[in-house]
């Protein structure tokens, strides 16, 4: 006999339980990854963003590779961000407070100091064209 409450158990989602189309459909626009070294590469869209979406398009570029098993975690600390994209130090722990907050959308979460976009923010991120609006707007 079902139990009566079946049909909410259906609200339960997975962390990583990411439409792959949605996040393919974001990322491609900005990014190319390399497939010996893994290393997330920029494409001209990706460096004409403010400094924001390219934390943004960063973070999302190491989700998609730990999807695929590629890396290990797809959270990031400060560190490997400043060291990957070549964002200026200064500018990068601002960034990820502004875009933890609500006031910067709740775009991105943290835990133990290392960064990650979880699946609702992903969705969040593709409904509020948040990357695209930007091109349109220049």
């Known amino acids: 006999m079902p139990d009566k409450h079946d049909a909410l158990k259906k609200l339960f989602t997975d962390e990583n339980d990411v439409n792959a189309s949605e996040l393919f459909d974001i990322l491609s626009p900005f990014i190319k990854i390399n497939k010996t070294n893994k290393t997330i590469i920029f494409l001209d869209t990706a460096h004409s963003q403010p400094l924001k979406n390219k934390v943004i398009i960063f973070l999302l570029a190491k989700k998609a590779l730990f999807l695929l098993k590629e890396v290990e975690s797809d ?35 943290s835990e133990k100091g290392e960064y990650y976009i979880s699946s609702y923010q992903i969705s969040k991120i593709k409904n509020k064209n948040i990357l695209n609006d930007y091109e349109k707007n220049k």
């Open 75 to 109: 959270r990031v600390k400060p560190k490997n961000i400043i060291e990957e994209t070549g964002i200026p130090k200064g500018s990068v722990l601002p960034t990820l407070k502004f875009l933890k907050e609500a006031k910067g959308g709740s775009l991105i979460s």
